[in-house]
């Protein structure tokens, strides 16, 4: 008989978040944009998907702050960085080398440059069912950011 608890975890794993098809980006990363809010230039070091779509890491002045795509005018202006482009790409399925007891493929759900290095956001833990009521439970911690060495491709 197959365990049907560890089939559903596995395919919450690899399932995208965001449907079918992954949402462009409103801005490339590394790009130069202009948030509204603070009325600021910045570049964009990291994006990350969320339950209400996909969330910017910008830097300005040396100071990171999270936005929504609304909140950003890009200029189409890449900044040059002498390390490597990110290894893993968004929506890219991966092996998590410390996955624990669950299923070690993953979808990547984010990337940030953070202190000159690439970071990818996996989910590392699967929601829970409550006992009462049958209700799906999601933590807000339920996302990781790992290195590429904690991932490995998929070969298929």
Not at 11 to 32: A, D, F, K, M, N
Not at 38 to 44: I, M
Not at 80 to 87: G, T
């Amino acid at each position: 008989m197959t365990n049907l608890v560890q089939n559903l975890e596995q395919c919450w794993y690899i399932s995208p978040p965001w449907g079918q098809r992954i949402p462009p980006l409103l801005v490339s990363l590394l790009e130069r944009v202009y948030v509204k809010r603070v009325k600021a230039f910045g570049y964009c070091c990291g994006v990350e998907w969320s339950s209400q779509g996909w969330k910017y890491e910008i830097n300005t002045c040396n100071d990171n702050i999270t936005v929504w795509g609304s909140e950003l005018i890009g200029t189409g202006n890449l900044r040059s960085l002498p390390q490597e482009k990110p290894v893993f790409r968004l929506g890219e399925l991966v092996e998590f080398r410390f996955h624990g007891d669950g299923p070690p493929v993953r979808i990547v759900q984010g990337i940030q440059l953070i202190n000159d290095s690439w970071f990818y956001s996996i989910e590392w833990m699967s929601p829970a069912i409550s006992e009462k009521g049958g209700e799906v439970l999601t933590s807000k911690d339920s996302i990781a950011r790992v290195t590429d060495y904690d991932l490995e491709r998929v070969r298929l």
